[in-house]
């Protein structure tokens, strides 16, 4: 067991697999002798080579198209898109050509990409740094989503993306870089969760809050504070937006009665909205108030100024909270 932050369990993440297998290289702009921006690939460059750790030109649609390529040769590329607003340029490829090439070809072609993006705000940037483009992505069939939110997921899920014969968009919550957790490097196979399914990290009996990625320690913050009042909130960590695991929450939903979804994502058409849905579906006679979503607000992401006013907060989850307790 180690304690390291999320950057450097993503680090040793990928280090393990391309010490595992020789076909995985990383491709991305200043990756290699920088390190990326924020250091996630620091060292590796000095260690594995120019050949595997390719410095990239300025120009996602590139990075993706050629990733493509050579995953189709053999490859199994790792993409960094510096900042997840930088990933626009390289949507068409993403959706139209990684996320449709198994179908395409009735299962005759794989394409192992993964893309790694961090995401999310409270880092205050400027435009295009702090956006949660996810479920644009888990809206496309073909693409796998998935977002950690601690540093011994980190380390996993990285390697088990990497492995998978579909394209992954893998998700890194920025604010949370370096928040440090407790990694077992040293898990066997069958001993590592995989890598679509939920967990609980909170046992509760009044309401079940599920979260993913950067709000899932607002989540357990908010259980927190809720359970100095005495009520019970049950914390469920999505980790996979698509496939989502909505037998782990169903479960949760049974047990509790009540469920609030938390993001930082607009909550209009959001991953919220489906969890609710299905959930809704699922468990309507479990429920004993309507599903309560608490994200951001169907607007583009302002300024780092008044970010804190956009963001989820606990007093905006324990709100919602109060309103599924009341209902």
Same mark, same amino acid.
């Given at each position: 067991?180690?304690?390291?932050?999320?950057?450097?369990?993503?680090?040793?993440?990928?280090?393990?697999?391309?010490?595992?297998?020789?076909?995985? !290289?990383?491709?991305?702009?200043?990756?290699?002798r920088l390190g990326g921006v924020f250091r996630v690939t620091d060292g590796l460059q000095k260690d594995f080579g120019e050949d595997r750790?390719?410095?990239?030109?300025? /120009?996602?649609?590139?990075?993706?198209?050629?990733?493509?390529?050579?995953?189709?040769?053999?490859?199994?590329?790792?993409?960094?898109?510096?900042?997840?607003?930088?990933?626009?340029? /390289?949507?068409?490829?993403?959706?139209?050509?990684?996320?449709?090439? =198994?179908? =395409?070809?009735?299962?005759?072609?794989?394409?192992?990409?993964?893309?790694?993006?961090?995401?999310?705000?409270?880092?205050?940037?400027?435009?295009?740094?702090?956006?949660?483009?996810?479920? !644009?992505?888990?809206?496309?069939?073909? @693409?796998?989503?998935?977002?950690?939110?601690?540093?011994?997921?980190?380390?996993?899920?990285?390697?088990?993306?990497? /492995?998978?014969?579909?394209?992954?968009?893998?998700?890194?919550?920025?604010?949370?870089?370096?928040?440090?957790?407790?990694?077992?490097?040293d898990l066997g196979p069958g001993q590592v969760t995989p890598l679509h399914r939920?967990?609980?990290?909170?046992?509760?009996?009044?309401?079940? !809050?599920?979260?993913?990625?950067?709000?899932?320690?607002?989540?357990?913050?908010?259980?927190?504070?809720?359970?100095?009042?005495?009520?019970?909130?049950?914390?469920?960590?999505?980790?996979?937006?698509?496939?989502?695991?909505?037998?782990?929450?169903?479960?949760?939903?049974?047990?509790?009665? =009540?469920?609030?979804?938390?993001?930082?994502?607009?909550?209009?058409?959001?991953?919220?909205?489906?969890?609710?849905?299905?959930?809704?579906?699922?468990?309507?006679?479990?429920?004993?108030?309507?599903?309560?979503?608490?994200?951001?607000?169907? @607007?583009?992401?302002?300024?780092?100024?008044?970010?804190?006013?956009? @963001?989820?907060?606990?007093?905006?989850?324990?709100?919602?909270?109060?309103?599924?307790? /009341?209902?």
């Amino acid at each position: 067991m180690e304690r390291m932050p999320i950057a450097k369990a993503i680090n040793a993440g990928l280090r393990a697999a391309m010490d595992r297998d020789p076909r995985v !290289l990383l491709m991305g702009e200043d990756i290699g002798r920088l390190g990326g921006v924020f250091r996630v690939t620091d060292g590796l460059q000095k260690d594995f080579g120019e050949d595997r750790v390719l410095d990239t030109p300025l /120009a996602e649609a590139g990075i993706v198209g050629t990733a493509l390529g050579m995953a189709l040769r053999g490859y199994r590329p790792v993409c960094e898109i510096q900042f997840n607003g930088f990933v626009y340029p /390289a949507f068409s490829q993403i959706v139209t050509q990684l996320a449709k090439l =198994r179908a =395409r070809s009735r299962g005759r072609l794989s394409v192992p990409v993964v893309i790694r993006m961090p995401a999310g705000g409270g880092i205050g940037s400027v435009e295009h740094h702090s956006e949660s483009p996810e479920v !644009l992505f888990a809206h496309t069939a073909g @693409l796998r989503v998935v977002y950690p939110s601690t540093a011994h997921d980190a380390y996993w899920m990285v390697q088990q993306s990497i /492995a998978c014969a579909d394209p992954v968009v893998f998700m890194e919550p920025e604010r949370r870089y370096w928040d440090k957790g407790d990694v077992d490097t040293d898990l066997g196979p069958g001993q590592v969760t995989p890598l679509h399914r939920a967990r609980v990290l909170r046992p509760g009996t009044d309401a079940t !809050l599920v979260a993913y990625g950067p709000t899932v320690k607002l989540a357990l913050d908010a259980a927190a504070e809720a359970a100095q009042d005495g009520t019970q909130l049950e914390v469920v960590d999505l980790r996979s937006i698509s496939p989502l695991d909505v037998d782990t929450v169903a479960e949760s939903v049974r047990r509790t009665g =009540r469920l609030v979804v938390v993001q930082e994502a607009p909550v209009f058409h959001g991953a919220g909205a489906e969890i609710a849905a299905q959930i809704t579906e699922r468990c309507f006679y479990s429920l004993e108030a309507p599903v309560k979503r608490v994200g951001g607000y169907h @607007l583009p992401y302002p300024a780092a100024r008044v970010e804190e006013h956009y @963001l989820p907060s606990v007093d905006r989850v324990l709100d919602a909270v109060e309103q599924a307790l /009341a209902a």
